[in-house]
């Protein structure tokens, strides 16, 4: 069983592979690392860092030998009070992630839904999800939030819940609503 040390983000919890021992550190690029150095965390991208318990976004440390150590609603809070952005089922739930992880949030929806893909955004889209992404260009004032659907159709549900979000007035939100004649 792999050990992993958990954080706390504002869109959920996440997770870096924990080393507290040269024995766990085999098989992986880092075997270099000294005893000395322990623990360490594996980012996940290529590299590490000294693990420290008192990092304020530090919850706990847990075992697993599951593909994903941390169930979706947990890594990717599901109907969150506070969504801004992440994806959006045709029933309207919501599933949160930063500016960043759209795609890691994908992937692990599309293989619990859709048992994997190869094109796991374009998977969800064909099914209907919705992406809101952050629109900022780098060169407005603010961010905002654009909504995107793959097949440029939405569900009631979906209009029922960017409403809720107070979506409902973006361009790009009326123009799916204008298109879906039938989702009334």
Not at 18 to 24: I, K, M, P, Q, R
Not at 57 to 84: A, G, H, Q, R, W
Not at 131 to 140: P, V
Request: net charge negative.
């Amino acid at each position: 069983m792999k050990k992993y040390a958990v954080y706390k983000s504002e869109t959920g919890y996440y997770c870096y592979e924990y080393c507290d021992t040269l024995e766990s550190l085999k098989g992986t690029p880092f075997e270099y690392v000294t005893e000395d150095q322990l623990p360490v965390v594996l980012d996940g991208k290529g590299g590490y860092y000294s693990f420290k318990k008192d990092d304020y976004t530090f919850v706990e440390i847990i075992e697993s030998d599951k593909k994903y150590p941390l169930p979706l609603e947990k890594m990717y809070f599901k109907n969150d009070e506070n969504f801004k952005l992440g994806w959006m089922s045709p029933d309207g739930d919501t599933y949160s992630c930063d500016y960043t992880n759209h795609t890691k949030c994908a992937i692990m929806l599309a293989d619990l839904l859709f048992g994997g893909s190869k094109l796991p955004e374009r998977t969800l889209g064909k099914a209907g999800w919705l992406k809101i992404i952050d629109s900022w260009d780098g060169t407005e004032r603010q961010h905002s939030q654009f909504v995107y659907s793959l097949s440029g159709k939405i569900t009631k549900r979906q209009a029922d819940r960017l409403f809720d979000l107070g979506l409902y007035d973006n361009p790009e939100v009326k123009d799916l609503i204008d298109n879906c004649e039938d989702i009334w």
